[in-house]
Structure formats: C-alpha cells, structure tokens
C-alpha cells in the first residue's frame, strides 16, 4: 500500500462538516480534526500530535524516526538575562508612546482584547523588556482606543479634504 494511501489508517474520514467546503478527517490518536489532505494529515502525525506512539510513527515514517520535539513549548522563562536589563526604568512619555504602539498593533491585528494578560505575552515582554508595563484590558478599551479612533479619524478625514474624487467600497 502506498503511503498516501496508508496515511488513512491513522485518520477517520469525516466528509463535508457543517462550516467546512473541503472534507475533513479526524486523528484516530488526539481526536483533532483537520482537512482530508494526505499531506497535512502527514505533518500532523510528524509534528503535532502528542498521543500517538513512537512505534507507530517509525512504523508509517521509517525505523529511523526522530520526533523533533520543538514544538513542545515551556513557558517558563529561560535563565538567561533580559535582553534590555541595563535599562533600569522608562520614562512616562516612551512608556505612554509603547502603550500606543502596542494597542495599535493588537487593534490593527485584531487580536484579541485579553492579549496583554495571556501569560505566554506576559512573559515574552518581561524577558524583551523588564521594564515596559502591558497596558491592561481596560485601558485598550479607554483612552488608547479612543486615541487611536481620534489619530485614525484625523488621518483619513485628511486624505478626503485633499482629494478631489472619492470613491468609497464597503464590503457587507
């Protein structure tokens, strides 16, 4: 049998899934499903799946398989110094511009409102910068967003005042 075809041994097929256009599959090993693509079937048993054995994946990928462990996440922090350690504090006008930034890059994004307190982003800014304070969910949603409604507003209202045609397209 070939190894497309044997991928299917590791998957239960599952059709057209309400929400879904392509087919979708689901691992016999972790229960995740994804769509009914041999190819990805296949890196999800190489790289993701956390339930599947050692013998069953050196049976389908060959005696001499290595799982790389990578993708195994620790969040604790390493024990390594801060990159910027030897800045002792900030003052309040770059702090307040770092807020700025950090709300325009969630808004803009769309990342959730709850981004500065997942623990993951917690740690990274600790180790990349000691000193910076993540802005708390309810400031996002007072004055930084008021803020960058305000700039954004100005900006766009700008580029109406010096153009002389306009052409707007609204999608919904």
């Known amino acids: 049998m070939s190894p497309k075809k044997q991928i299917w041994n590791h998957f239960t097929q599952l059709g057209i899934v309400n929400g879904f256009v ?8 972790c229960s995740y499903e994804l ?4 190819g990805r079937c296949k890196a999800h048993l190489r790289n993701d799946c956390l339930k599947v054995q050692n013998n069953v994946l050196r ?3 060959g005696d001499n398989f290595q799982r790389n462990n990578s993708n195994n996440v620790s969040l604790e922090p390493y ?3 801060n990159l910027f350690d030897h ?28 981004f500065p307190e997942l623990e993951p982003i917690k740690i990274l800014f600790k180790r990349v ?3 910076f304070e993540l802005p708390t969910r309810r400031r996002l949603t007072g004055s930084l ?28």
């Open 22 to 29: 392509k087919k979708r599959v689901r691992c016999n090993y």
């Open 35 to 38: 769509s009914e693509a041999a």
């Open 59 to 61: 049976q389908y990928f």
């Open 79 to 81: 024990n390594v110094e």
């Open 87 to 114: 800045l002792s504090t900030i003052q309040e006008p770059q702090q307040d511009e770092l807020k700025l930034l950090f709300a325009q890059a969630v808004f803009y994004c769309g990342l959730p409102l709850t």
């Open 129 to 131: 910068y000691s000193t």
């Open 145 to 172: 967003l008021d803020q960058i409604y305000t700039d954004t507003k100005t900006k766009i209202n700008q580029c109406i005042s010096n153009t002389e045609f306009l052409t707007l397209i609204s999608d919904g």
